[in-house]
């Protein structure tokens, strides 16, 4: 699409040199009589846009870098997340060394004697690395997210240390008394207003983690200088720790996440605009290829995983742009692209199913209408050359729109050319329209036919791909001419998102404020008893344990995310030791260097490569409990067999404590969430449908955003779910929840084109149209969509019944329903036929009136709405089947 534009606008910026890449002699040529040299003015990588050589199905990918010699040693171009992930892994570990070595040297030495007196009061080294493993991730921004989390925490705990210290008498005596008791009240009741408040379960974990050593230090007798010593030991290494973790994402090169976001949305448009370009070919082609939808169902996968991506992103860039005008202005626009990529992905969707439909019916060798057919091919051989226009005029607008955005500036002549864009696909999509109309005249289509329907369908969706082009470039204009806002965060609400009634009076989350409240509690009355030489008396690390069991209320199932983190905690001791025991002591600084380097990078690949949670956990504890062993300082003796042991006897305690108190209070299961998140889904859609079709309901107020959260969120627990310990429970059904979330998916696509249908525009409220209103009011319709309100209810109930009451048996009132729905399907064709038949009174009964797109035609509208309800109809025949094989 468009190749002069596309050479036009992907001026390459310096970036990482590993994604330079190996130009062709006229790439040079044009680089080099460009004079341009800003960084920020660039818009992507050659290898995210499309090839020159007429395939655009050739996506330059990352190819041979200039430098060699780190291309061959990570291997980009076979797969650059990877070899990304292995980078930042191996960065991480050189800064771990770097960071312990003036600790760590012969305090006798001339090296950094100020240092190791420093480490010995303040435990610098070993706690600076702690905060740095957790406050380090894959961009700078998403880094500082992680280190203003730890602030947070630290802040909190910091305020509270300093109230209580000046109003909470010390303990002198050990054994209860008012001291000690005020002291086990105060800490009690913080670490519960803690839990229960709407924080993040980074920031809990932080107050809570830094809290209990503090609590044991008040309640240890005359420990004040201790607890002193240990609220500077915090701070500061929270300080260098996050200090050292920006570095990390900066040196020697700068890995940004607004850099990424811009490369994603380069990505975006340009496989978005292929997709258009690739079904309008298999469209106006005489025989299209099965393959050929295929690949773009695979491509149509990736640009809906790189629209989450791309939020992600987003997020974590607030604070990388704060600084420059350029990157605040792209990390404002770039929300609004991914709004329209959103959008373009339902059309895209809705088309290749029409185009899946067209196939099927070929293959199966439907008996339509041989004239009717003909007229059907007049009709495409005829619109064709304005769908190819409408095509390319749309995607040099999205594209030339974009490059404002990424690039965060809009000058005079680009305006000009964006409106000038504008005016051509209007014209672009008036013309199809008149032409499609005017066509469908002149070999005597007025109402539906079958043969048609993919025609109507696919010039329909064209048009919204145009509408929403439009309204996209408008929006950016309008935002940058100070005439509409787009829309901003609003600080104050996620602020006081704290004490968000909703979230602090939820059952589940009152029940893991209790579970995790009952656990550090009584770890840290363990610890303050003791336990002859296996728990120390005075002893923390059961409770701290406990606290860093907090971030445990994502996807997942906690039992193996414990089991996770105690097996990492585990390793890492022990591994951590054995490495003290083989090259601790002075004279060995070259191997102990070397052996954290690579212990550390490779415990904290697990982390940032991994795609489950328990292998990160695992990496986490395995990176930060060897690093205690590892990171001594240089004495005659480094090695500690009994600190080893009390660590590893607090972490059997906390275990047995943890599965104990699960099995007697479990958290809601993964499996649970999953069930429950896939029924809300359903009940969701149904509730939509219901609004669209009921002709009472005249104003329509829809929210297709829960639909996509629930999925989503089923989604993330079913991967959880399928790993989980069932016990006597049923097993899994996997197949059936599968079917079900791809069923979801692929019914909240109708939902984006029966809204458009419904109301006029894409949004969340507004009266239906005139001649909607009529068509969902006929008998007929009604008839026809009460077939497929009562299967979709039937699946609702019978969702429940498999996932969230997990039930073995059969149900038998849920098998008569199937048995009678299945007994009344010979009324779907004649409700169908009926529908259409009454569908096309109405629309000969409309008064001609000129239409500016498609989307306001009648025909069009009808075809829309019947295409839906087919859809949705074969879908719920897919997941009929798996349930009842469930």
């Known amino acids: ?150 602030a947070y925490g630290l802040g909190i705990w910091a305020v509270h240390h300093v109230l209580s210290s000046v109003s909470i008498p010390s303990v002198e005596s050990p054994g209860l008394s008012v001291a000690s008791v005020i002291v086990w009240i105060d800490g009690s009741m913080f670490i519960f207003l803690v839990l229960w408040l709407n924080f993040s379960t980074n920031v809990a974990m932080w107050v809570v983690n830094c809290f ?175 769908t190819r226009k409408a095509i390319e005029e749309t995607g040099k607008l999205m594209i030339v729109v974009t490059e404002g955005v990424i690039n965060g500036s809009f000058g005079k002549e680009e305006v000009a050319t964006i409106e000038a864009s504008i005016e051509n696909v209007r014209r672009a999509m008036l013309t199809l329209t008149k032409e499609f109309i005017a066509a469908k005249q002149a070999v005597g289509l007025k109402s539906i036919r079958e043969e048609t329907l993919e025609d109507h369908i696919i010039n329909y969706e064209l048009c919204a791909f145009s509408r929403i082009a439009i309204e996209y470039a408008e929006d950016i204009l309008a935002d940058q001419r100070g005439e509409k806002a787009l829309p901003v965060p609003d600080i104050g609400n996620y602020c006081m998102g704290v004490f968000d009634k909703a979230v602090l009076f939820d059952p589940e989350h009152l029940k893991w404020v209790f579970r995790s409240w009952i656990l550090i509690v009584i770890g840290q009355i363990i610890g303050y008893i003791g336990y002859g030489t296996i728990i120390a008396k005075y002893s923390v690390y059961i409770s701290n344990i406990m606290s860093v069991m907090l971030n445990q209320k994502g996807p997942g199932s906690a039992m193996l995310k414990d089991l996770s983190r105690i097996q990492g905690l585990i390793m890492g001791t022990v591994l951590g030791e054995l490495a003290n025991q083989l ?27 991994s795609q489950q949670y328990t292998n990160m956990y695992l990496g986490y504890m395995m990176a930060m409990f060897g690093e205690f062993g590892m990171v001594v300082p240089c004495t005659t003796s480094t090695s500690d067999p009994a600190a080893m042991f009390e660590r590893v006897s607090c972490t059997i305690t906390a275990l047995i404590l943890i599965v104990g108190f699960n099995m007697l209070v479990p958290a809601q299961r993964a499996a649970s969430k999953a069930g429950i998140c896939i029924v809300a889904s359903w009940a969701n859609m149904l509730g939509s449908f219901q609004k669209i079709f009921d002709p009472r309901v005249t104003i329509l107020l829809l929210d297709r955003a829960h639909v996509a959260d629930h999925t989503a969120t089923a989604v993330s627990y079913g991967v959880e779910a399928s790993k989980e310990p069932r016990f006597w429970r049923t097993p899994w059904k996997s197949t059936a929840f599968t079917k079900a979330v791809s069923c979801a998916v692929n019914i909240r696509f109708t939902l984006t084109s029966l809204e458009r249908t419904a109301i006029g525009h894409v949004g969340s409220e507004g009266p239906k149209t005139a001649f909607f209103a009529n068509m969902i009011k006929l008998p007929a319709f009604q008839a026809f969509w009460d077939l497929m309100q009562s299967r979709m209810c039937l699946l609702c109930d019978h969702g429940i019944y498999i996932f969230e009451y997990e039930e073995a048996d059969t149900n038998l009132e849920i098998l008569d329903r199937h048995f009678a729905l299945e007994d009344d399907m010979p009324r779907w064709a004649d409700a169908r036929a009926k529908f259409i038949a009454s569908a096309n009174s109405l629309i000969e009964s409309q008064k001609t009136a000129a239409v500016t797109s498609l989307e306001d035609d009648a025909s069009s509208q009808a075809c829309m709405v019947l295409t839906a309800i087919d859809m949705t109809m074969r879908e719920l025949s897919k997941v009929e089947d798996a349930f009842l094989q469930a």
């Open 1 to 150: 699409l468009a190749p002069q534009l596309l050479n036009g606008v992907t001026r390459e910026r310096r970036r990482p040199w590993h994604w330079a890449m190996t130009d062709t002699k006229e790439d040079e040529t044009e680089s080099e009589g460009s004079g341009d040299t800003n960084d920020d003015t660039s818009f992507a990588h050659r290898h995210l846009l499309p090839g020159k050589n007429g395939d655009n199905r050739q996506v330059r990918r990352h190819g041979e870098s200039r430098f060699s010699v780190w291309a061959k040693c990570l291997p980009f171009a076979k797969n650059h997340a990877f070899a990304e992930d292995c980078e930042l892994a191996l960065r991480a570990g050189l800064a771990c060394a770097i960071f312990a070595f003036p600790f760590m040297v012969n305090p006798d030495s001339d090296v950094c004697p100020l240092c190791a007196k420093i480490n010995k009061k303040l435990g610098i080294a070993q706690n600076g690395i702690m905060f740095f493993i957790f406050s380090f991730w894959k961009t700078l921004g998403s880094t500082i997210n992680l280190n203003k989390q730890i």
């Open 212 to 386: 209990v050593w503090s609590w044991m230090d008040d309640l240890t007798p005359n420990a004040a200088g201790a607890d002193a010593s240990y609220l500077l030991s915090c701070l500061l290494c929270g300080l260098l720790g996050g200090v050292l973790a920006m570095l990390v994402n900066l040196l020697p090169y700068p890995m940004l996440a607004i850099w990424k976001a811009k490369d994603t949305a380069a990505h975006l448009v340009s496989m978005v605009t292929e997709s258009w370009h690739e079904l309008g070919s298999y469209y106006a082609a005489t025989g299209g290829k099965m393959s050929e939808l295929s690949i773009l169902a695979r491509d149509l996968r990736e640009v809906q995983a790189k629209v989450e991506d791309l939020n992600a992103l987003l997020e974590d860039s607030w604070w990388e742009t704060r600084f420059g005008p350029r990157w605040r202005c792209t990390q404002h626009l770039l929300p609004r692209f991914s709004q329209c990529v959103r959008e373009l992905y339902d059309r895209l969707i809705a088309v290749h199913h029409a185009c899946l439909r067209e196939h099927e019916a070929a293959m199966a060798c439907m008996e339509f209408n041989p004239a009717m057919l003909k007229k059907s091919c007049t009709l495409t051989e005829t619109t064709k050359p304005h």
């Open 583 to 609: 090259f601790g002591g002075c004279g060995n600084e070259i191997p102990m260097y070397s052996c954290l380097v690579v212990y550390e990078t490779v415990a904290l690949f697990l982390v940032i490569n």
